[in-house]
């Protein structure tokens, strides 16, 4: 899509009652001209906070720019501070260091920062107190994320899944914490602070905890398609209907019929053999 077309649907997402928009990918800042995107997002009415998920690879040299157009928040994908295994988990030998120090200029540039780590078990579970001990007391919040079957091709399985109740336990043995009442209405991150009041963690928790019927997340594909659940295996075609000449009051209904009639409550029915074997999106294409 288009920076205009994108524009457009946010507009009408904002007048049915959106609020925050993320940026995702893929890698979004490889995008061109984005921070020309952003500040177009920031005036739109209605919308009050914009954020991004990255790898922070670029964020030294852009978070400057990207907080200047308007962004609020980025959050960056870290599963372990090991960089052997990290260049192994993400598969193109990227070390720890880059990304730190993404996360830093990030930081200096005043966008509030989080770190996402998706934990599988016998690959990096073992990391999850380093990376509770590291990142505690520090201005950035660490999320960690049950290993999720999202698209088709990542060979997930149940044995591989490691809990909320696990990373509970894991990390309350050396830093006892104690449970946050959720921000707002639809939060996907289970909220956790120390007791020692030295920062917070989160825990997003799709396998083990549903939270379908609290979903309030549409997300709009490069390619115009409206998905009403990580998990789809298919999305609303709007770039076309955009194309065709659809009005704003037009794309303003279908917005509506298309979250009016979504099913999609995959988390919910992952245990039935149909919704296992359910072809999905995957990941790099739709985002997080």
């Given at each position: 899509?288009?920076?205009?077309?994108?524009?457009?649907?946010?507009?009408?997402?904002?007048?049915?009652?959106?609020?925050?928009?993320?940026?995702?990918?893929?890698?979004?800042?490889?995008?061109?001209?984005?921070?020309?995107?952003?500040?177009?997002?920031?005036?739109?009415?209605?919308?009050?906070?914009?954020?991004?998920?990255?790898?922070?690879?670029?964020?030294?040299?852009?978070?400057?720019?990207?907080?200047?157009?308007?962004?609020?928040?980025?959050?960056?994908?870290?599963?372990?501070?090991?960089?052997?295994?990290?260049?192994?988990?993400?598969?193109?030998?990227?070390?720890?260091?880059?990304i730190l120090k993404g996360i830093e200029a990030a930081h200096q540039a005043g966008l509030q920062v989080k770190i996402n780590m998706m934990i599988k078990k016998g690959i990096n579970?073992?990391?999850?107190?380093?990376?509770?001990?590291?990142?505690?007391?520090?201005?950035?919040?660490?999320?960690?994320?049950?290993?999720?079957?999202?698209?088709?091709?990542?060979?997930?399985?149940?044995?591989?899944?490691?809990?909320?109740?696990?990373?509970?336990?894991?990390?309350?043995?050396?830093?006892?914490?104690?449970?946050?009442?959720?921000?707002?209405?639809?939060?996907?991150?289970?909220?956790?602070?120390?007791?020692?009041?030295?920062?917070?963690?989160?825990?997003?928790?799709?396998?083990?905890?549903?939270?379908?019927?609290?979903?309030?997340?549409?997300?709009?594909?490069?390619?115009?398609?409206?998905?009403?659940?990580?998990?789809?295996?298919?999305?609303?075609?709007?770039?076309?209907?955009?194309?065709?000449?659809?009005?704003?009051?037009?794309?303003?209904?279908?917005?509506?019929?298309?979250?009016?009639?979504?099913?999609?409550?995959?988390?919910?029915?992952?245990?039935?053999?149909?919704?296992?074997?359910?072809?999905?999106?995957?990941?790099?294409?739709?985002?997080?």
């Amino acid at each position: 899509m288009s920076f205009d077309e994108i524009e457009r649907m946010a507009t009408q997402f904002a007048v049915v009652g959106v609020e925050k928009i993320r940026i995702t990918g893929g890698e979004p800042l490889l995008r061109k001209g984005l921070p020309e995107l952003l500040k177009r997002l920031r005036t739109i009415e209605g919308i009050k906070d914009i954020a991004l998920t990255t790898n922070g690879v670029l964020l030294p040299r852009l978070a400057t720019e990207l907080k200047e157009a308007g962004m609020d928040r980025v959050t960056v994908s870290l599963d372990t501070l090991d960089d052997k295994l990290f260049g192994s988990i993400n598969g193109r030998g990227v070390g720890v260091q880059p990304i730190l120090k993404g996360i830093e200029a990030a930081h200096q540039a005043g966008l509030q920062v989080k770190i996402n780590m998706m934990i599988k078990k016998g690959i990096n579970d073992q990391e999850i107190l380093p990376m509770a001990r590291f990142f505690k007391n520090t201005p950035y919040v660490l999320r960690f994320i049950e290993y999720m079957d999202v698209g088709t091709s990542n060979g997930w399985n149940w044995d591989e899944v490691v809990s909320k109740d696990h990373i509970l336990s894991v990390i309350d043995e050396e830093f006892p914490l104690e449970a946050v009442t959720g921000h707002y209405y639809g939060e996907v991150a289970k909220r956790f602070r120390y007791k020692d009041g030295q920062g917070e963690i989160g825990i997003i928790s799709s396998i083990s905890d549903t939270f379908c019927s609290t979903c309030t997340r549409a997300r709009l594909s490069a390619d115009g398609k409206v998905y009403t659940c990580l998990f789809a295996s298919s999305g609303t075609d709007y770039k076309m209907f955009i194309r065709d000449g659809a009005s704003d009051q037009e794309i303003f209904e279908r917005i509506i019929h298309t979250w009016n009639n979504r099913k999609d409550r995959y988390s919910d029915e992952r245990r039935e053999q149909s919704a296992a074997e359910r072809k999905k999106i995957e990941m790099s294409y739709i985002g997080g």
